[in-house]
T-cell receptor, first 114, second 109 residues
Framework: GAVVSQHPSRVICKSGTSVKIECRSLDFQATTMFWYRQFPKQSLMLMATSNEGSKATYEQGVEKDKFLINHASLTLSTLTVTSAHPEDSSFYIC??????????FGPGTRLTVL | AQRVTQPEKLLSVFKGAPVELKCNYS??????LFWYVQYSRQRLQLLLR??SRESIKGFTADLNKGETSFHLKKPFAQEEDSAMYYCALKTGGGNKLTFGTGTQLKVEL
């Protein structure tokens, strides 16, 4: 199956700073990637669909100015959490929807905002 | 709006016992359902999908449209089955998924 990586795996930042999380597809070209957020012991919540070369599509209730998504190439999508606050602390996971029905997930990024 | 419900947060069974992880969905369109699994310290991965009607690692799941259910079953649990299981519903265009809250399966010796 497809291989998806995320960087960093873990990040701690101060409140008010911005954090960028990278999601890469290592062995294929991904025109679409998904970004999820997972709170402890809760489900994955889809935040947005990242589309290569065009604007991301955000789910209802997700602030697009807060969570900036850039999908500038077929192998890289980035999620930037701007002016992060403690309530943004979470586990962020990306996946790709290429290759038919199956989604391939990255290992996730643990964000802690102090 | 679409919804996936997994009523059990934790299911604990003994090795060799049957397992059933419950999943119910709510969707106005034609559903396409999946089970994803996350083993300890590993990423989420696809276990099976209802369309393929396969048995993967001894697990099966049948879509019951009348009961809007897609329960995951295995006749004899193994220790290596211990993991977090998520039921997911494909909605809209592309491969957009709505996940349930997950069930932690613990198989005890």
């Amino acid at each position: 199956g497809a291989v998806v990586s995320q960087h960093p795996s873990r990040v701690i930042c101060k409140s008010g700073t911005s954090v960028k999380i990278e999601c890469r597809s290592l062995d294929f070209q991904a025109t679409t990637m998904f970004w999820y957020r997972q709170f402890p012991k809760q489900s994955l919540m889809l935040m947005a669909t990242s589309n290569e070369g065009s604007k991301a599509t955000y789910e209802q209730g997700v602030e697009k100015d807060k969570f900036l998504i850039n999908h500038a190439s077929l192998t890289l999508s980035t999620l930037t959490v701007t002016s992060a606050h403690p309530e943004d602390s979470s586990f962020y996971i990306c996946s790709t929807g290429q290759g038919g029905y199956e989604q391939f997930f990255g290992p996730g990024t643990r964000l802690t905002v102090l | 709006a679409q919804r996936v419900t997994q009523p059990e947060k934790l299911l604990s069974v003994f090795k060799g016992a049957p397992v059933e992880l419950k999943c119910n969905y709510s969707y106005s369109g034609s559903p396409e359902l999946f089970w994803y699994v996350q083993y300890s310290r590993q990423r989420l991965q696809l276990l099976l999908r209802h369309i393929s009607r396969e048995s993967i690692k001894g697990f099966t799941a049948d879509l019951n449209k009348g009961e809007t259910s897609f329960h995951l079953k295995k006749p004899f649990a193994q220790e290596e089955d211990s993991a977090m299981y998520y039921c997911a519903l494909k909605t809209g265009g592309g491969n957009k998924l709505t996940f349930g809250t997950g069930t932690q399966l613990k198989v005890e010796l």
